[in-house]
């Protein structure tokens, strides 16, 4: 799996993988089950996850979301 946004914004991350579930690209949400040991304050950001094969198609289509500020630097 491959990084695609790194965010603590819990909507950003539900819209980006609800366009990601509509492309028919395998994706998830990584380190959700992080609040537990941090209190549930939102400081530990989560990660949104998709196919590594499928990751530049999965870049255009949060780019022409208007996501593109969001995306993790593939160098990373």
């Known amino acids: 799996m491959y ?3 790194r ?4 909507v950003l991350l ?4 609800s366009l990601m579930k ?3 690209i395998s994706c ?3 380190d959700q089950a992080m609040s537990i040991l941090e209190g549930s304050l939102g400081m530990l950001p989560r990660r ?3 196919e ?3 990751a530049d198609e999965a870049r255009t289509i949060l780019i022409d979301a208007g996501l593109g500020d969001e995306l993790r630097d593939p160098r990373d």
Request: a negative charge; aromatic letters at 4%; glycine letters at 4%.
């Open 3 to 5: 990084e695609i946004i």
């Open 52 to 54: 590594e094969d499928r």
């Open 7 to 10: 965010s603590n914004d819990a």
């Open 14 to 17: 539900s819209f980006a993988e």
């Open 22 to 24: 509509d492309a028919g």
């Open 48 to 50: 949104l996850l998709v």
């Open 28 to 30: 998830m949400i990584a």
